[in-house]
């Protein structure tokens, strides 16, 4: 029997978790993976055949570079297309070819992507263990306490019996939350037109909490079918818009940008040893708020983590456990120049 083949050049470097491209001896781009790809929010199509400068702009001297190794670690590198990334950059030779080089662009936002997202999985089935179980617990009694109340009301203690009522209300609906979350029942997958929800989506934003903002849209108007969950979509889009709005509420400029755009190439493993799912569908909520607070950002949908004084942390962590139930992943960063919070969902195709 023949032995099979070794995987190609080409799917190991598309493989790589990390951004790389290849630069000829002529400093144009030969090749460009995926990451990279995502990282600079350009195609490897596009870029192929440019000069390096002309995608990004290199830190150090050029004389520094030219067929040289060289790194610059915490660099900031402005992507020519729009904005600014801290990224450590390192530039080596390539062995027995004289004049090609390899660059790897290495961010923080990069092993978020691709480490984290495992991570943010165990720790979400932790806490829905953990927050079932407290609402099974939690429910029965604040049912008894309700109805003791109204039996004291009845004797003419309205005022206090109201307060206790209103409190066990309020808790009832925390409660009530927390059982969304714990909810493991597999979504309905079916490929859907993303438009018409997103549209939607939008039109609820504006006709309630998102009055006082602008709401743009950035479509990309070829876009394929997804496969995704009607409700799970629109459930996850409105309480991004719903966090940016709250983000912004003293903000007279208060602007919300819906994107979509087709990524091809991005693929993910949804856990180790698995093989990487292509997620090319890309739907960005991009909002001009001063963004996470340095401390969190890295955990922002771990569960009961919350950046709002008055908030119980369970929001993002249910968007991004319906994003994982549709096979996708979440990511956030901020991006751009000036810098705006971006919430970027990657989601399956639902048709070839």
């Known amino acids: 029997m023949a032995e099979k083949a070794g995987p190609s050049f080409a799917a ?8 790389v491209m290849v630069i000829d001896p002529q400093g144009r781009i030969a090749f460009a993976n995926a990451e990279c ?19 990004i702009t290199p830190p150090g001297e050029p004389s520094r570079r030219d067929n040289q190794g060289f790194s610059a670690f915490d660099a900031e590198i402005e992507i020519v297309r729009g904005g600014r990334v801290m990224v450590d950059y390192i530039e080596a030779r390539v062995p027995d070819h004289p004049g090609w080089r390899s660059i790897t662009l290495h961010t923080g936002a990069t092993s978020r992507r691709m480490g984290h997202s495992v991570d943010r999985a165990s720790a979400a089935r932790a806490a829905i263990g953990a927050a079932a179980m407290l609402a099974h617990e939690i429910k029965n009694p604040l049912s008894g306490i309700r109805g003791a109340a109204q ?21 009832a609906a925390l409660i009530d939350r927390m059982q969304d979350f714990t909810d493991t029942r597999p979504l309905s997958l079916n490929p859907e037109n993303v438009y018409p929800l997103l549209d939607h989506a939008r039109r609820v934003a504006l006709a309630g909490f998102a009055r006082h903002v602008v ?3 950035r479509f990309d108007p070829s876009l394929p079918p997804v496969l995704a969950d009607r409700d799970a979509i629109l459930q ?3 309480n991004l818009i719903k966090n940016a709005t709250e983000a912004m509420r003293d903000q007279a400029d208060a602007r919300i940008t819906l994107a979509t755009a087709y990524r091809h190439g991005m693929a993910v493993s949804p856990a180790p040893g698995r093989p990487r ?9 991009i909002d001009n708020g001063p963004g996470a607070p340095d401390d969190i950002a890295e955990h922002l949908f771990d569960p009961f983590v919350s950046g709002k004084p008055e908030g119980q942390g369970l929001g993002l962590a249910m968007v991004d456990k319906l ?8 990511q956030y960063a901020r991006e751009g120049s000036p810098p705006q919070s971006v919430f970027r969902i990657l989601l399956p195709r639902g048709s070839a």
Do not use: H
């Not at 790809?37 to 995608?55: F, K, Q, W």
């Open 12 to 19: 190991l470097f598309a493989s790589l978790p990390i951004a």
């Open 151 to 171: 039996l004291l009301a009845a004797d003419g203690s309205e005022e206090l019996t109201t307060l206790i009522t209103t409190e066990v209300d309020r808790i």
């Open 215 to 217: 709401i743009e849209e």
């Open 37 to 55: 790809e995502t990282l600079l929010n350009l195609s490897e199509r596009a870029m192929r055949g440019l000069p390096l400068e002309s995608v």
């Open 236 to 238: 996850v889009v409105l």
């Open 323 to 330: 994003v994982r139930d549709m096979g996708g992943i979440i």
């Open 277 to 285: 799912q292509p997620l090319p569908i890309e739907i960005c909520v």
